[in-house]
């Protein structure tokens, strides 16, 4: 039977992921020529988003032999907007490949990678690749890696040659050395022009390897002579304890150094029986391997057009045959599957069984979300979910016609179950259908698939800030509420104060009437005309942070009824909160942003023209992480303005923090501006 591993495929935007699967998949004889990403004929990018956009959107999983080994190679998306499907291609992984650019370098979805691999305790593997494109440059590379990255990270190849000059690679385990010519490869000793600098890295290679193992150590101290058999066996131990980290180089496009990749991986990585305990959010986890009771995690949902929901699965212990029982522990729901799967790229093939560490899929289980735990019947353990961060950019979606409208709940509903970076937010406020996302590219490509996949046609634009306002001073009013028609009459009066209360105290209603002016029976009707009434201010916003107390009033013995000492409250309030200084309040965002060392300078900048307040920095290797709180006014659209103030290499995180008072120079325009946005959304409506 075939050892099975499983590999992510990680990097920034831009390091060739894409082309490197397409390399692998060649060599092992799965496809017979390698695609290329500019001509969309990728094995892994293959919806129309995809190959419009020529960037991964979707994690596919990619099944080859090489050897005793059966790999699945999960090409996961580099843009940070899709990291939905970067922490699932993780859930799913023994280890990871984290690409470099040899041009670029680390960039900052480098060290993002790469500190959540560490989180998941996987292998960590760099693979260095576009070593044949201009400037390319191992060296250089090398020591941004080393100054960037947390572990102990180790070259075990230098490269022959760079750029236009790369044809070929020395092994720094074997010091063999191996070069292309016309396509084909040969062996042999290593060249004189690299020999000096292969010694040098071989040298640290073999101190980052006994500083792993304390037998190894004591021998190197005491100068003795390390055997090399026992010196790779170290190193492979090393590498899939996670002790040491492998740097390896590439050309994708030419095909070089896959060969090497991939016999590396057949010793490097892990199974799944080796991985250090999971976390669990109840029960025990059983111990992983083929022996123990079947247990598995929900990695990713797929809704596909002919089979539905699609829940991918990484079968982490035992075996689940076709039509055997199995629980959703997370769901707390009763299965049973008449099919399994195992995924190919976009395809799908029957298989009559699942065994630990496979990728399958199951169809039909509409109540299975991502990150639920599978088991079988009895076995009690819940598997912390995978976890992802709030979505910080948002769309207001309104359907094109009555059809779109009709089928609009529906395809949101498919889009949430398949993405779980997606959030659906219907804002009381502004009455507006919310679609949040991680950025302007994410929500882009869910609007899309919305219309591609669901026949669901929507216009978008930036939703409505949700202003409030409060009082600055005290306010007092009386209202008389007086009806009369044919029938019985109306007949309220209430007097009551306001005051302004501390940020974040809501509304708090008093009742201090004494002498029975106004019957303690009316008391409710006159909080509920108050709460009522304070959904919209003077100024046209709810207000917030006010004391009312209401202690005066008058009743009729026959016309007093709870509409209208609804009524006269909510009168009364409003002329209160009128005459008290109406203050205009907006949300801030606590904003944390994460750029290059070199964009700092640009994004400080860019917060004091957003009327921005930097609340502290903090360095992270050569990344600094600015935090500030920022209006959301200024910010609807800062995931598109990032990406293009850093080239597409910063990231940040937002929510809502507090609100705070427009400064008053700037509140006829914000009031204007309000007032220009309502008219518009309704006019849509």
């Not at 499983?6 to 699967?21: D, E, F, I, P």
């Not at 599978?374 to 769309?395: C, F, K, T, W, Y």
């Not at 609340?615 to 990344?623: F, K």
Request: with cysteine.
């Amino acid at each position: 039977m075939a050892q099975i591993r499983n590999v992510a495929l990680l990097s920034h935007s831009g390091a060739g992921k894409t082309s490197l699967l397409e390399a692998m998949l060649m060599r092992a004889g799965v496809i017979g020529k390698m695609g290329k990403v500019e001509d969309g004929n990728t094995a892994s990018d293959t919806s129309s988003e995809e190959k419009r956009r020529k960037i991964s959107i979707h994690s596919t999983v990619h099944p080859l032999t090489w050897g005793d080994h059966l790999f699945n190679v999960i090409d996961a998306p580099g843009y940070a907007d899709f990291v939905g499907d970067i922490r699932s291609a993780m859930a799913a992984a023994d280890g990871a490949l984290v690409v470099v650019s040899a041009v670029s370098g680390v960039a900052v979805g480098t060290e993002r990678v790469w500190s959540s691999v560490a989180e998941r305790e996987l292998n960590q593997i760099v693979v260095v690749n576009k070593m044949d494109r201009e400037n390319a440059d191992f060296f250089r590379t090398m020591s941004d890696l080393e100054a960037s990255l947390e572990g102990n990270l180790a070259a075990i190849q230098v490269p022959i040659g760079q750029a236009a000059d790369f044809r070929g690679i020395v092994d720094l385990l074997d010091m063999v050395a191996y070069t292309w010519q016309g396509g084909e490869r040969s062996q042999g000793p290593i060249p004189d022009e690299v020999a000096g600098v292969a010694h040098s890295y071989r040298e640290k290679l073999v101190e980052a390897i006994v500083e792993t193992d304390d037998d190894l150590m004591m021998q190197y101290l005491e100068g003795e002579e390390l055997d090399p058999l026992t010196l790779k066996a170290a190193f492979y131990r090393a590498v899939r304890a996670n002790d040491l980290q492998p740097v390896l180089l590439t050309s994708a496009t030419e095909a070089m150094g896959i060969t090497l990749l991939l016999d590396f991986l057949a010793q490097g990585v892990r199974g799944v029986e080796h991985h250090r305990p999971l976390r669990v959010e109840h029960g025990t986890m059983p111990e992983l391997g083929p022996d123990g009771p079947f247990v598995a995690r929900v990695i990713k949902t797929v809704i596909d057009p002919y089979l539905g929901k699609v829940s991918l699965m990484r079968v982490l212990s035992g075996e689940l045959k076709a039509g055997q029982p199995l629980r959703d522990n997370t769901q707390d729901l009763d299965l049973r599957t008449a099919h399994l799967y195992v995924p190919k790229g976009a395809q799908l093939d029957e298989v009559p069984a699942l065994e630990a560490g496979m990728i399958g899929a199951i169809t039909k289980a509409d109540g299975v979300r991502t990150g639920d735990t599978l088991a079988a019947p009895g076995v009690d353990v819940v598997l912390s979910p995978i976890r992802v961060p709030s979505p910080v950019m948002a769309l207001a979606l309104s359907p094109k016609t009555r059809a779109d409208d009709d089928r609009l709940s529906e395809g949101l509903q498919k889009l949430l179950d398949a993405d779980p970076t997606l959030q659906l937010v219907r804002d009381p406020e502004t009455k507006e259908t919310v679609l949040w996302g991680m950025g302007h590219v994410h929500l882009e490509v869910a609007v899309a698939e919305l219309a591609e996949r669901y026949g669901v046609n929507v216009d978008t634009r930036l939703p409505r800030v949700s202003y409030r306002e409060t009082i600055m001073g005290n306010g007092d009013a009386r209202y008389r509420h007086k009806k009369q028609t044919g029938g019985a009459g109306q007949f309220a009066e209430v007097a009551l104060r306001v005051a302004p209360l501390e940020r974040g105290s809501g509304i708090e209603f008093h009742w201090a009437v004494v002498g029975g002016t106004i019957p303690t029976q009316f008391q409710s009707s006159c909080e509920k005309g108050v709460r009522a009434a304070s959904s919209n201010g003077p100024l046209g916003f709810p207000l917030v942070d006010v004391r009312v107390e209401v202690y005066d009033g008058k009743d009729h013995p026959v016309d007093s009824k709870d509409i209208a000492f609804q009524a006269a409250a909510a009168e009364a309030f409003k002329e209160a909160c009128a005459s008290a200084k109406p203050q205009l309040l907006e949300p801030l965002a606590l904003l944390k942003v994460r750029v290059p060392d070199r964009f700092t300078g640009d994004v400080i900048s860019d917060f004091n023209g957003r009327r921005g307040r930097v609340l502290g920095m903090d360095t992270e290797g050569s990344v600094s992480v600015i935090s500030a709180h920022v209006p959301m006014s200024e910010i609807r659209n800062y995931s598109a303005d990032l990406r293009s103030k850093t080239g597409g290499r910063g990231a940040y995180s937002l929510k809502i923090d507090r609100y705070e008072p427009v400064p008053h120079q700037l509140v006829d325009r914000v009031l204007a501006e309000a007032k220009a946005e309502e008219e518009a959304a309704n006019g849509e409506g």
